[in-house]
């Protein structure tokens, strides 16, 4: 390999870059977008949930149930409605995620027969929701039951009953299990993923497009010059765009830091070799700009947000496809940032996703350079 | 440069073959070419002009048969192969987002050419291309000519021995074109060995040497002089007249015509002596009634022998 070669075409590529503002769009905005798109976007935190009231009892124990679920954060009371058809209505609209509906007979009840019922009516055509909201709402009533119980025991004047074991927890990592903060490191492996690939998804398909590859292809350059050379400039730009999305990430979605930026920057470069190595692989075998650019994005996007773990968690998945995940570079990203991110991890605890990488970015150096053939048809 | 024959060999064709499928687009093509000779592939498109060229500069692999190119068998040493040719492409390979300046260094850079060399080349190419003060200029706004001349600078920025012009004179206006066969000349006159590929007949006139193609064959090889003596035997006519069609048809029956080709506005008809035919021609056409300008020997053109060996419309296609 022969340096001046190499950077020979790096400032080609550089020069050409710079020149074409759509490539410059790519390198600049597109992160920006997706790290604004994504950073907002994505929520897995169930929060005020719009919900409807209906009291059929109108009475004092009644509206105390009413007020438990208006003051908790999980709930937001929108709609108030006098029978079951404004209930109907009110779900099938969609205004509501669910409806809580307090009996005629529930103060009564809740006096002669210690067990008094409240219904809860829920739209579970997003199911996850569904069962998150049940479950607040049963810790909503649960609450309220337990202060019915402990009044009742105060006013006839006898000890409050006793627990017999609770359960104390401690959230480590992510104290304040807000997803976000989950979610950040793989919206940054996300961004990655797309850029990189999308980088260099154009940087031979062009020169066959354009013409101009022909006679390269007829100079002494070999294909370890020509992939180096052009990955190169490339892989300043990703680590600028990777740069960019973990500042935004801190700086701007808070998401808590407390690994090392070294560790950050090694990582990082091994995961964008990858992925710029992935789109040069694409863009060598398929001599159309369009098609090589489009495959990229969909070998990148739909593994990433799929298997990565991002999305969906990797223990949960069939084994089948608990395998597939192992080829999706992002997987190993994204663990590594999520360990940097909230555990502050070393270099050290993450010797075997790095291994991993490092083996996955040998594998796909290799493929690129052998994609590329210095013939014609 | 006449001489030559007397150059070393630079370049040995030996059977070439090269099949895509069941299409042989090149067949059995040997030949040789010395240091400081141009020689020039002649024949219609899809002849096999340009993957004969291909094979040449390593970008094809030939089906069978075997290239040498500046010493080195192709097929073993392409990357050295490489290092003593420069290529022109049909298609305008420069950059075109990228200066004059910045394509020329570009590919110096690739050539591994470098320092006092490279500065020096590059003002020889700049020099050659005409394009003094226009350095900084991006390649996209140069016009035809000036792209081409470029093209031809980036390809011996490292001052191959052998040069490769897929058609580069096509879509270029004559003067340009012109200017360009006087680089040809220059480089062929320091000893560097030119193949080029092209349709017009009379650039094919400036060669030292022409391989006619056809059909994927080498049907003729020699100088344009030796070419005119061994392909045509006997003597042109020329025959001007109001209606070069009617008189086409009525000369295909005479016996004397051993061929008869429409040649724009003209005719040129094959005989076997001028002199004596003459009057059988003159015969025919007074007999049909036609009126002619002119009937006179001329000396036969290249296209006349392309007409002789590759027939009527492989020549058409050649001559455009």
Redesign the interface.
Known sequence: M?L??V???A??EI??VL??PRSLMVVLLMPLMQMALLGYGVNLDIKHVPICVFDREGSQQSQSVMKAFQASLYFQIVESERDYDGVKRAIDAGHCKMAVVVPPDFSQNLASTNSASVQAILDATDDNTANVALGYARSVVGAFSGNVQLQRTQSLGQQPPVTPAVAQYRVWYNEDLISRNFIMPGVVALVLALVGAQLTSLTISREWE?????????????RMELMTGKILPYFFIGMLDASLCLVIAVFWFEAPFRGAVTTLFLTTSLFLIVVLGLGYFISASIRSQVGASQIALVVTMLPTTLLSGFAFPIDQMPPAIQALTYLVPARYYFAILKSVFLKGSALGDLVAPIALLATYATIVGLLAARAFR???? | MNDASAGEIRIVADRLVKR?GDFVAVNEVSFEARRGEIIGFLGPNGAGKSTTI?IL?????PTSGKAEVAGLDVARY???V??N?G???Q????????SVR?NL????????V?GERLSKRLDFAVDMAGLKGREDALVADLSGGWKQRLALG??VMHEPAIL?LDEPTSGVDPESRRRFWHLIYALAGEGVCVVITTHYMDEAEYCNRIALINGGRLIALGSPGELKRSAIRGEILLVEGDDPGAILEALEGVPAARDVAPFGSSLHIVVDDAARDVAAIEARLKERGLSWSKIEPIKPTLEDVFVQLVGGDGARGAAQ
């Open positions: 022969t001046r070669r950077r020979a075409i400032k080609k020069i050409q020149r074409d354009r013409g101009t590859m022909e006679v390269l292809v007829s100079t002494p350059v070999t210095k013939t014609l048809g | 895509f291909r500069c390593g970008l094809l692999r392409p990357e050295r490489r290092e040719i290529y022109m492409s298609k305008f390979s420069l950059y075109n987002d990228l910045e260094r570009f590919f110096g850079g690739v050539y591994g470098k980036a390809a490769f």
